[in-house]
């Protein structure tokens, strides 16, 4: 058996020594929360590990005379929490129309019986009350066996923050019952035509809601990214007619120029600590990457290959290294070198065509866009091992990027005929569509957001 071979089954079957014990911590976690007293935790901590399944009733109205038009808002807001839920690789949603109670809002008028019966490890039970101009929810999380309580909070937000509040509260029990962050809070950069058919920079949140342009040019902008503040988003645009980098402040909505070299300045990316944007730009006539200081605008070059092109670079989650697309051996492949240009390492060797590199969060694998016999595909690689797996196989894809988790991807495809953007779990699994105007490509994940609300 190759060592290709084994890391593909370790992929989809979670057989290793790590994993199994985890997977008998998580169990032993869940026999806790069924007979805890107190506040019970469910702590994740790897890829593959068990999932635990969770019921999530309707809101229940504090009163009955809200009305039908909030009859609808709060139908409308336990759909958004299930959703987001059920995009963790970690829980499993169940039904809600097999759940044997509605209404409920009191933990000691819940049915143990009937929701173990569902196999439910815990229960969401959640009250909403309005003044017409505010809401306020009251959440908490209770063990389905014995209603032993996991958290407990209450939530107030003006009503036009409503979907925004129930992110949060998405992303509070997430933390609640697996210890990890979720993704609710966050949001996607990305390339659409929806307007006019002119390529410009639009944000979403990370579900494809509120949709919202960033550039208004008239010209064409591309590949946007994300300060690690997620406070600025910087792309190139052709509005002087040359493709210049510019930085965009999402909350001064000021765009300020960042380089404009003579040729093409293109595929941005911040360093961690965002002190730094690599990009790409002509040298010697060549491509090559450069690193720019965002406080003092110094720039370090960092590549020199004579008759190569050197782009789409990708900073490791502790800023020390940079994967990076180069055809030096006569096709684009993926690289690894030092933040100073150095100790330089090929990454990728199987497919002639491999490019748009993103480091994960978690630091031990690379995603990337790899041509194939079935056209360009979404593959993951073991910065270790090198032994890479092919994540999709319909329709042409690419551009992939990670979630801040590290457990979700966000790519393009055009498996409709039309280039939309998609979810999908680390391991290709849930794949999701998230846009439905225009055509939309070159997505950037921001980092987690802490809304506040009026």
């Known amino acids: 058996m190759t060592r290709a071979t084994i890391w593909e089954f370790s992929l989809s079957s979670f057989i290793t020594r790590e994993v199994l014990l985890k997977k008998l911590f998580f169990i032993a976690i869940l ?25 999530v009733p309707d809101f229940v109205p504090r009163f009955d005379n809200f009305g039908a038009e909030w009859d609808s808002v709060m139908l409308e807001l336990s759909n958004v929490l299930r959703a987001d839920l059920r995009f963790s690789p970690f829980l499993d949603v169940i039904d809600s129309s097999l759940y044997p109670q509605k209404g409920v809002t009191d933990p000691k008028d819940l049915d143990p019986f009937g929701w173990t019966a569902l196999n439910a490890h815990a229960v969401v039970l959640t ?41 949060r509260i998405s992303d509070d029990i997430h933390k609640a019952l697996t210890g990890e962050d979720g993704v609710a809070q966050t949001q996607i950069a990305f390339v659409s035509t929806r307007i006019g058919g002119i390529k410009d920079i639009w944000v979403c949140d990370y579900d494809g809601y509120a949709p919202r342009r960033i550039t208004d040019s008239r010209s064409i902008a591309l590949t946007p990214n994300w300060s690690p ?23 001064k909505e000021r765009e300020t120029m960042v380089a404009n070299h003579e040729g093409p300045n293109l595929t941005s990316v911040w360093s961690p600590d965002g002190r730094y944007i690599c990009y790409s730009r ?23 290959t004579p008759h190569a092109i050197e782009t789409s670079p990708t900073f490791s989650p502790t800023g020390r290294e940079i994967a990076f697309t180069s055809d030096r051996s006569g096709s684009p492949q993926i690289y690894i070198m030092d933040m100073m240009g150095t100790y330089c390492r090929r990454l990728t060797y199987e497919g002639r065509y491999n490019d748009t590199p993103d480091w994960s969060p978690r630091g031990d694998k690379i995603c990337y866009t790899s041509r194939t016999d079935h056209g360009f595909q979404i593959a993951i ?49 849930d794949v999701r569509r998230i846009t439905r105007a225009g055509a939309n490509t070159e997505p950037a994940w921001s980092r987690r957001y802490k809304w506040s609300f009026d």
């Open 31 to 55: 026999s806790t929360l069924c007979f805890a007293q107190g506040d019970a935790y469910l702590r994740i901590t790897d890829y593959g590990t068990g999932v635990m399944r969770l019921a």
């Open 127 to 167: 009250q909403f009350d309005t003044d017409g101009r505010r809401v306020s929810l009251k959440v908490g999380i209770y063990s389905a066996n014995n209603r032993s309580r996991i958290m407990r909070r209450d939530y107030q937000a003006s009503a036009v923050q409503a979907r925004r509040l129930v992110h």
């Open 229 to 251: 503040s997620g406070d600025k988003i910087t792309y190139t645009s052709y509005k002087n007619d040359s493709p210049d980098l510019y930085m965009f402040d999402i909350y």
């Open 282 to 304: 002509i040298a010697d006539n060549n491509s090559e990457l450069f690193l720019k200081d965002v406080r003092t605008g110094d720039e370090t070059r960092l590549t020199y």
């Open 381 to 429: 690689i073991d910065v270790a091992y090198g032994d890479p797996i092919y994540l999709t196989s319909v329709g042409s894809n690419r551009s992939p990027r990670w979630s801040p988790d590290g457990y979700h991807i966000v790519f393009s495809s055009n498996r409709t005929g039309t280039y939309h953007l998609y979810t999908m779990n680390w391991d290709g699994s």
